[in-house]
């Protein structure tokens, strides 16, 4: 159409109200329809397809491989982590097992020393009574307290 344009070739309606060109004298008929370019452009179309198709999958298989590779290193350095953690975990509770005796028998001296000094209010208690049932001046005369 648009060789037409530039051409000035000699155009009519027809009854379906689309343009008719007429080919100049000496022009070659041999011209392709618009279907005829769309089958051959289909035929290239799938040849090249099936090219870039092949060689896409070969891509991706080639990726494919790269991946699992490095999956299965991924797997071996998640499994030698999981065997640190098992390690440290073990580490660990001894660490707490025997900071809890220690917790335990600091508990039990506290306890000890907490009754020692309560003992030892309670006697001083039982002085100061003793010393105030006195009265004043005996304690005055004895010299004591």
């Given at each position: 159409?648009?060789?037409?344009?530039r051409?000035?070739?000699?155009?009519?309606?027809?009854?379906?109200?689309?343009?008719?060109?007429?080919?100049?004298?000496?022009?070659?008929?041999?011209?392709q329809?618009?279907?005829?370019?769309?089958?051959?452009?289909?035929?290239?179309?799938?040849?090249?397809?099936?090219?870039?198709?092949?060689?896409?999958?070969?891509?991706?298989?080639?990726?494919?491989?790269?991946?699992?590779?490095?999956?299965?290193?991924?797997?071996?350095?998640?499994?030698?982590?999981?065997?640190?953690?098992?390690?440290?975990?073990?580490?660990?509770?001894a660490?707490?097992?025997?900071?809890?005796?220690?917790?335990?028998?600091?508990?039990?001296?506290?306890?000890?020393?907490?009754?020692?000094?309560?003992?030892?209010?309670?006697?001083?208690?039982?002085?100061?009574?003793?010393?105030?049932?006195?009265?004043?001046?005996?304690?005055?005369?004895?010299?004591?307290?």
């Amino acid at each position: 159409m648009l060789r037409a344009l530039r051409g000035r070739w000699q155009k009519t309606i027809g009854n379906d109200k689309r343009p008719r060109i007429r080919l100049p004298e000496g022009w070659s008929n041999d011209v392709q329809t618009t279907v005829e370019r769309r089958e051959r452009k289909a035929r290239n179309g799938t040849t090249f397809e099936r090219t870039v198709d092949q060689a896409l999958v070969t891509a991706l298989e080639s990726h494919i491989k790269t991946l699992q590779g490095e999956n299965e290193a991924l797997r071996e350095q998640f499994a030698a982590a999981e065997a640190r953690a098992g390690k440290q975990a073990t580490e660990f509770a001894a660490r707490d097992a025997e900071r809890l005796a220690m917790l335990t028998a600091e508990q039990a001296k506290t306890a000890q020393a907490i009754a020692a000094f309560s003992d030892l209010a309670q006697r001083l208690d039982a002085l100061a009574a003793e010393r105030d049932r006195r009265p004043w001046w005996r304690r005055l005369m004895t010299g004591t307290g």
